[in-house]
């Protein structure tokens, strides 16, 4: 099995532009994560979707972030526009109910100038 | 609100010492997580703690979880540089929810 699969690894972005930010999570995990890491306030939950459906969207920060997921072994994470202090390390995870555990990608390093 | 709280944040230690990192949590839980994080990579999973009383080994760290006392210990025998690293423990209330990280304990393992 391959993973986790993010991409891209790195963006570098001015402010005001729209970022894509993409997720393929591991096949037969029902349950998918996009997760924010920063510096000051460490590893915070965006959104999780169980079966495609958004559960929880409590952690998108506002409006500007929007999440999808419009089948199983796909979801993105969306910034628009961008902004300086979005710049973070953002993770997608996937589980499985029937297992114990979170699988997480390799992250993209989101720089926003 | 479920929190989860780690200590020490930063721990600095000599090769072949032992230490233990501590993790609180703030509800009930049966299961918790603990991953290792290295500088500019992912989140890699170390232990996952089913039950009360749980304990789980693998080389030099051993993980166990008090779901009574909300605690769960990593304990590190005769450290080596190579677990330099940050080490987070994470919670969830079922499985395929939301998982709640603490703050992370930063390890440094000195010659």
């Known amino acids: 099995d391959a993973g986790v699969i993010q991409s891209p690894r790195h963006e570098v972005t001015e402010m005001g532009q729209e970022v894509t930010l993409r997720c393929k999570p591991i096949?037969?995990?029902?349950?998918l994560f996009w997760y924010r890491q920063t510096m000051m306030r460490g590893l915070e939950l965006l959104i999780y979707f169980n079966n495609n459906v958004p559960i929880d969207d409590s952690g998108m920060p506002e409006d500007r972030f929007s999440a999808k997921m419009p089948n199983a072994s796909f979801s993105t994470l969306k910034i628009q526009p961008s902004e300086p202090r979005d710049s973070a390390v953002y993770f997608c995870?996937?589980?499985?109910?029937?297992?114990?555990?979170?699988?997480f990608g390799s992250g993209t390093r989101l720089t926003v100038v | 609100e479920l929190k989860v709280e780690q200590n020490p944040l930063f721990l600095s230690m000599q090769e072949g010492k032992n230490y233990t990192i501590y993790c609180n949590y703030s509800t009930t839980s049966d299961r918790l997580y603990w991953y290792r994080q290295d500088p500019g990579k992912s989140l890699e999973s170390l232990f996952v703690l089913l039950s009360n009383g749980a304990v789980k080994q693998e080389g030099r760290l051993m993980a166990s979880l008090d779901t009574k006392a909300r605690l769960s210990t990593l304990h590190i025998t005769a450290a080596v540089h190579d677990l330099s690293a940050t080490y987070f423990c994470?919670?969830?209330?079922?499985?395929?929810?939301?998982?709640?990280f603490g703050e992370g304990t930063q390890l440094t393992v000195n010659p």
């Open positions: 994470a919670v969830d209330r079922t499985s395929g929810s939301r998982l709640t």
């Open positions: 995870a996937s589980s499985a109910r029937r297992l114990y555990g979170y699988t």
């Open positions: 096949s037969g995990h029902n349950s």
